[in-house]
């Protein structure tokens, strides 16, 4: 039996397909923000008189998370809005035939960090999912 120690230390490849992800020609929102793999579209909504934030992300990220939810983080230059998703539950869905996920989250908001969003200079927005945070630079 031969037993290298260089085989158990290797690291493994969680990216088995090295190509980048194609990227999809979304229609359903306007688009916010990127990273290397992945496009943020977001919307203000209103629904009985209450202004929310609709999100899309499409790309690589691949989440699940039951009873936490998430926090969306606009960064402007000398200040931070830190939003809550509105569901506690958040679950990515791949779209067939393609290595991509669609992930859709609201985020409640008041008026006042609705017109700061949209008025200011956001230069970094980055979704918390857990214990893992996606930065991303709107265009």
């Known amino acids: 039996m031969v037993f290298s120690l260089s085989n158990l230390l290797k690291s493994k490849n969680t990216n ?3 190509e980048p992800l194609p ?13 290397l793999n992945n496009d943020v579209y977001l ?3 209103e629904l009985g008189g209450f202004p929310f934030i609709k999100t899309i992300i499409i790309g690589d990220i691949s989440t699940k998370i039951k009873r936490t939810g998430c926090t969306l983080t606009f960064k402007f230059e000398n200040n ?12 990515s869905e791949k779209i067939k035939n393609t290595q991509v996920f669609f992930t859709e989250i609201d985020f409640e ?9 949209k008025n200011d200079n956001v230069e970094e927005i980055s979704y918390t999912f857990k214990n893992k945070i996606y930065s991303f630079k709107p265009i």
């Open 109 to 117: 908001l008041d008026e006042d960090e609705a017109k700061k969003i």
């Open 23 to 35: 990227k999809i020609d979304f229609k359903g929102g306007t688009k916010y923000a990127e990273n």
């Open 43 to 45: 919307d203000f909504e």
């Open 80 to 91: 931070i809005i830190v939003l809550n998703s509105d569901n506690t539950t958040i679950e």
């Open 16 to 18: 088995e397909n090295s």
